[in-house]
């Protein structure tokens, strides 16, 4: 299956402000063609990526001095075109909103290619067009990739590609689990397994306020605004990569030892509407959890079910299969009246995820 690798890179300072100048470059042609899509638009055209790039390549390029710097390669452009078409198309079809301004330091992303020929990468060394090699800090697989992309988070840059990879599946421990997701315990599982919620952004709160507050009270456009800019981003990015890593050792737990997999199909944008807990739920990720086992399930040979949207898991008895009308976020328990049954709330929504397999 072709799946994607990301790694951070090792890199001078000569080649940090190479990457910046690609960066740049990047969001300059994509600024410069949504611009351009809303002036042809409002005149009653109708754009599209092919012409947009056509005319920038034959009237802008040309004009534009910079652009054409040594050590810069140009494959930019098209692909900052191509990232313009893909978040229109996107918006046409109701899958996203409407494309916005790119602004400095805040996504800063580009992609290159090899002019058409396979890309070799492996090691802890990789080669760029036009950039040069560049240090990686952990090791590569050796594959052949068609483009990069490289990215900036906080201060630092990453190397990402898709390559083709082989997964020989391998016997399970179980052969169904049911997976209860929530705030106070992120996880249940019908075997009777529980994690906690880490609490990732609510541990770091108090450092975030603080680093907050110093960028506050510095001078704008100031080089002491810009580092403490940077220490802010770096705590955000540690942030998430503490709660990505956690998320990662449960998916990879979830997938190695259990065949089948149920989990709720959560309308997370519409919890994330109540004010007092978007915080908390943001911080779990469920969004992220199910994108991680949804990749995983096909690396390891699992088969992953989703439950309806409407099943109530929670309130229905795994015992006797009676339904309760009424159920609060503080009635930790479940008791069934019907049958006298009582169970942890978590633990019962598990059990009852788990039989959706069967049926």
């Given at each position: ?98 494309p916005k301004f790119k602004k400095k330091f805040k996504d800063d992303s580009f992609t290159i290619d090899a002019g058409g020929k396979p890309l070799a990468v492996g090691g802890t ?235």
């Open positions: 299956m072709l799946l994607s690798i990301k790694t951070k890179l090792k890199l001078n300072k000569r080649q940090k402000v190479l990457m910046a100048k690609h960066a740049g470059l990047a969001r300059y042609t994509f600024n410069w063609g949504l611009a351009a899509w809303d002036d042809l638009y409002k005149a009653g055209l109708k754009p599209n990526k092919y012409l947009l790039k056509k005319f920038f390549n034959n009237h802008v390029k040309p004009e534009c001095v910079w652009i054409k710097e040594k050590g810069v390669c140009q494959k930019v452009t098209q692909y900052a075109f191509d990232n313009l078409g893909h978040a229109f198309d996107r918006y046409f079809q109701k899958l996203g909103e409407y060394s990789v080669k760029l067009p036009t950039i040069g090699w560049v240090k990686t800090y952990e090791g590569l697989p050796h594959v052949t990739t068609s483009k990069l992309t490289i990215s900036r988070t906080a201060d630092d840059w990453f190397i990402a590609f898709a390559s083709l990879q082989e997964h020989i599946p391998e016997p399970k421990k179980y052969e169904v689990v049911g997976c209860d997701v929530g705030v106070k315990t992120l996880l249940t599982l019908s075997t009777g397994v529980t994690i906690p919620n880490p609490k990732h952004y609510r541990k770091e709160l108090a450092k975030l306020k603080l680093l907050s507050k110093q960028l506050a009270r510095k001078k704008k456009g100031s080089k002491n605004r810009f580092k403490a800019r940077m220490k802010l981003a770096k705590h955000h990015a540690r942030i998430a990569n503490l709660r990505k890593d956690t998320l990662h050792k449960v998916t990879n737990y979830l997938c190695k030892n259990h065949a089948m997999i149920v989990i709720e199909d959560l309308n997370v944008k519409g919890m994330m509407a109540n004010h007092k807990l978007a915080s908390a739920i943001a911080d779990c990720g469920f969004h992220e959890f199910k994108r991680q086992l949804t990749y995983k399930s096909e690396k390891f040979g699992n088969q992953l079910i989703r439950s309806d949207r409407w099943f109530a898991s929670s309130k229905t008895c795994s015992n006797c299969g009676c339904k309760k009308e009424k159920l609060t976020l503080s009635d930790r328990i479940f008791e069934c009246f019907d049958c006298n049954f009582s169970l942890d709330r978590d633990l019962n929504a598990a059990i009852n995820l788990s039989r959706l397999a069967k049926a």
